[in-house]
């Protein structure tokens, strides 16, 4: 059994939390210092993790303002020291002295980077520094909450918490009208819940909520439990921590033997499924043996999806047996591959519910 590092802490604040019309907002950094400064004075040992680069970036620059691709990328060039620079200083007005790191997922995914990236982390631990993450988003831009997740399993954080501007994950869509009530606690990922975070979810939303159940499987399954919260309160860290009954809790998983493969968690979850594939009976025992599914053991192909992007792989009866990095695109998988094709290999997807990853 591995035991997860239970004081440090991720915490992720996303751009709309932090930022508004380019600028940030200077009472919400506050909030964010006075949150962490907290965290420090219960014991806690916080890492934080901070968007906002592009939406600084963009306004700086009269031909960015809604880039994406390069231009997107250059408008993070331009946001994230401006980003960086003003929560340094508010932190260290709180008496908290801070360190940038810039990373990418690859960092904490590659082994030999991952030594360096671990260094890093655990001597501004010990000297008492504050580190500030983002994606070194002028290298490619993804997600924060997806790293975030991958980062709190990487450091065996015993939290991770995921501000956000709504309270939690809730029985149904607040803005529909009627009643929804908000979900306390989350024992077990299950695809019923993910549809609750918007859309279908195998249409491939990149929304607000979906990305941050994409992390959730990705934290909860490195054994990191995991609050999404609302970011009004600055004492959400503790009582997060301390278990108290704020947004959506989920439960870790149990991690027993060796810790979880962080490549694998994000070839499987790092964004929402784009489509799936229902497995023959053939491909059940493939599954069930952790080998390669080949389009022989595969009856039918959901969504649009490439090659490269996560799908889920399905049961006859539609029961989500395991979610992966598909290797071929739906035209392909429907029209094109020989019957030994290895559509995922065993390291491509982990098994829902029977996986330690
Ligand atoms: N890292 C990006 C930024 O700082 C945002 C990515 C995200 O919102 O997840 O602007």
């Known amino acids: 059994m591995v035991t997860p590092d239970e004081d440090r802490v991720v915490l992720k604040i996303g751009t709309t939390s ?36 592009i939406a600084i970036g963009r306004t700086r620059h009269a031909a960015l303002g809604d880039a994406n691709g390069a231009g997107q990328q250059v408008a993070a060039a331009i946001g994230q ?24 997922p690859y960092d904490l995914i590659e082994a030999d980077r991952g030594e360096r990236v671990r260094a890093t982390f ?5 000297l008492g520094v504050v580190p500030i993450v983002n994606e070194n988003d002028a290298l490619g831009v993804r997600n924060n909450d997806v790293l975030a997740a991958l980062l709190s399993g990487f450091l065996r954080a015993g939290l991770l918490v995921l501000l956000t501007n709504v309270p939690g994950l809730y029985d149904r869509d607040p803005q529909l009208g009627g009643k929804a009530t908000r979900i306390g606690k989350v024992a077990e990922l299950t695809p019923q819940l993910e549809a609750l975070a918007g859309g279908t979810v195998v249409a491939g939303g990149t929304g607000g909520m979906q990305m941050k159940l994409s992390a959730c499987w990705i934290a909860t399954y490195s054994g990191v439990r995991t609050v999404i919260a609302d970011t009004a309160d600055p004492a959400v860290l503790v009582a997060a921590r301390e278990g108290a009954d704020i947004g959506t809790a989920f439960a870790p998983r149990p991690v027993r033997g060796a810790w979880p493969d962080a490549g694998r968690l994000w070839r499987a979850f790092r964004t929402p499924p784009r489509g799936a594939v229902t497995c023959a009976p053939a491909g059940l025992m493939a599954i069930e043996h952790r080998q390669a599914l080949r389009r022989i053991q595969v009856t039918t192909a959901r969504g649009q999806f490439h090659a490269g992007d996560v799908v889920d792989i399905t049961g006859p009866d539609a029961t989500l047996l395991a979610r992966g990095s598909i290797r071929y695109p739906a035209s392909a998988v429907e029209f094109g591959c020989e019957p030994g094709t290895a559509l995922l290999v065993g390291s491509d997807y982990v098994r829902i519910r029977r996986d330690a990853p």
């Open 18 to 53: 932090l930022v508004t019309d380019g600028r940030l907002e200077p009472e919400k950094v506050e909030r964010l210092c006075a949150a962490v400064r907290l965290g420090i004075r219960a014991g806690l040992a916080p890492v934080v993790v901070t968007s906002g680069a």
């Open 81 to 104: 020291g401006l980003l960086y620079g003003a929560l340094q200083e508010t932190f260290a007005s709180y008496g908290l002295e801070t360190g940038q790191v810039l990373l990418t």
């Open 122 to 126: 655990d001597e501004m631990r010990s």
